[in-house]
């Protein structure tokens, strides 16, 4: 089992940063990958960025890119993502999601068979 915790969410103005953390516990040696997804109202859960553990490895969706940077600290077991110039279509709950599993693509988050609680961020315009 692994155990995911989220932070970090808040309100902000449009162009400014967050960084969201996802510390993981439990048998945390066996995720081999990490993602965050995010939710709007009305709207189907999209693949927002993921990290492979192992080799390190970053994907983003591209309505992220060049804004925001997912990493990870291996000695906490913490995952962030830092979100820079923020705008409010980035408005969501935001999950950390990790994965056992080798198969799937990053983007679906049927690949991923751990997910945390959320944490809200939401842009101001």
């Known amino acids: 089992q692994v155990q995911l915790v989220e932070s970090g969410g808040g309100s902000v103005q449009a162009g400014g940063s967050l960084r969201l953390s996802c510390a993981a516990s439990?048998?945390?040696?066996?995720?081999?990958?990490m993602g965050w997804f995010r939710q709007a109202p009305g709207k189907e859960r999209e693949g927002v960025a993921a990290?492979?553990?192992?080799?390190?490895?970053?994907y983003y969706a591209d309505s992220v890119k060049g804004r925001f940077t997912i990493s990870q600290d291996n000695d906490k077991n913490t995952v962030y993502l830092q979100m820079n110039r923020l705008k409010p279509e980035d408005t969501a709950m935001y999950y950390c999601?990790?994965?056992?599993?080798?198969?799937?693509?990053?983007?679906?988050?049927?690949?991923?068979?751990?997910w945390g609680q959320g944490t809200q961020v939401t842009v101001s315009s």
């Open positions: 439990g048998y945390t040696y066996s995720s081999n990958c």
């Open positions: 999601a990790a994965s056992t599993w080798y198969g799937g693509s990053w983007y679906q988050a049927g690949k991923y068979n751990y």
């Open positions: 990290i492979y553990t192992g080799g390190g490895s970053t």
